[in-house]
């Protein structure tokens, strides 16, 4: 059975960086980071594919944040850098259990879910 459960989420001033981690218990494939502000629907951030690591990011993170995994702790992590108000969410880590990469950017495309951590950004 896969758990995955993130850390890592506050509060920080707008301009701040914060780090979520993501630990994966279990065999996942492509990891994703996801965000749900209140009264909005849940947003794709980043994606990284495994094997060959590559990533994707929604256009309104690229240049700030970064998505990266660590094989050997089995970790999923999301460098978020110039933080801004409008960030401010509940963050979701979630996993593929198929080795081929859906691209798609939909929730539905993904099976495992941690439980999310908050970020909160004040100006």
């Known amino acids: 059975q896969v758990q995955l459960v993130e850390s890592g989420g506050g509060l920080v001033q707008a301009g701040a960086s914060l780090r979520l981690s993501c630990a994966i218990s279990g065999r996942t494939f492509t990891m994703g980071w996801f965000r749900q502000a209140p009264g909005k629907e849940r947003e794709f951030v980043a994606r990284i594919t495994s094997p060959g690591f590559t990533t994707y990011y929604t256009d309104s993170v690229k240049g700030r944040f970064t998505i990266s995994r660590d094989s050997a702790k089995n970790t999923v992590y999301l460098q978020m850098n110039s933080l801004k108000p409008e960030d401010t969410a509940v963050y979701y880590c979630?996993?593929?259990?198929?080795?081929?990469?859906?691209?798609?950017?939909?929730?539905?495309?993904?099976?495992?879910w941690g439980q999310g951590t908050q970020v909160t950004i004040s100006s």
């Open positions: 979630a996993g593929q259990r198929s080795p081929i990469v859906d691209a798609s950017t939909t929730p539905t495309a993904y099976d495992y």
